[in-house]
Each structure stands twice: as structure tokens, then as C-alpha cells.
């Protein structure tokens, strides 16, 4: 608590799982979480950082192997990535995908349209069961 009582502002899930990511990334390799903790700074709990990781982890944003008792984690893709995969779980809570990928397409400004009809005109890459 402030010296008036009153505690500091709760940060969004969002905010605290963006940061952890963003310390991720920073490492050389695969970090464990009381490294996140202190790269982030700010008095998070070591447990708040297992928790944000374990919701991480459950979402696909981050993979984690044994490292001694504990676990290291490492980002499972790069931003692009991480942006495309929240992209795709809009996308599949939706019942119209036509209508909701229309009305994307048509929101698009000019370059981004342009880039889209670029990327559409390169042959389907293999999908991952292939």
C-alpha cells in the first residue's frame, strides 16, 4: 500500500502478460521466472510471474522445459507469430468466418490491402500435418 492507504493501480492481464513476453525475448535463451522477475522490476510476487507464464503456456505463447526443479521458459514465437495466433482464436470463436474476414479485408487501408493480395498470390505453403 501507498503511505495514503490507498494501493497502486492493478495492471491488465494483458499489460503483465505482454511485459513477460517482452522479457522473455530479451533473453539469450531460455530464462526462468525468477530471471523475468527481476527484469521486469516493480515488486511483481514470483508467484504472479508463474502465473502469468502457466496462462502463457496454456494460450501456446511460450513453451518451458526442466531446468533443475523449476522450469525455464522460452517465447513459442516471435511477435508476427504471437499477433497471428490471437488473430486466429478471434477468428474461431466466430460463427461467420466470411462475414468477419470480409469485413476485415474491407477495413484494410490501401498498402496493407496491396501486401495481402501480394502474400494471397504466393502458393499455399504446406500445412504442418504434410
Known amino acids: 500500500m501507498t503511505e495514503h492507504g490507498r494501493r497502486p493501480p492493478r495492471r491488465a492481464q494483458g499489460e503483465l502478460e505482454a511485459s513477460v513476453l517482452s522479457a522473455l525475448r530479451q533473453a539469450d535463451g531460455p530464462a526462468t521466472a525468477g530471471w523475468v ?72 487501408g490501401p498498402d496493407d490491402e496491396r501486401l495481402l493480395r501480394e502474400l494471397l498470390g504466393q502458393p499455399p505453403r504446406p500445412s504442418r500435418g504434410d
Do not use: C, N
Open 37 to 108: 522477475q527481476e527484469r521486469l522490476g516493480g515488486g511483481l510476487a514470483y508467484t504472479t510471474v508463474i502465473t502469468i507464464l502457466t496462462r502463457l503456456l496454456a494460450k501456446g505463447a511460450v513453451t518451458r522445459e526442466r531446468s533443475g526443479r523449476s522450469f525455464a521458459w522460452l517465447p513459442a514465437s516471435d511477435e508476427a507469430g504471437l499477433a497471428a495466433r490471437r488473430m486466429h482464436r478471434v477468428l474461431d470463436a466466430e460463427r461467420d468466418r466470411e462475414a468477419v474476414l470480409t469485413s476485415f479485408v474491407t477495413g484494410l
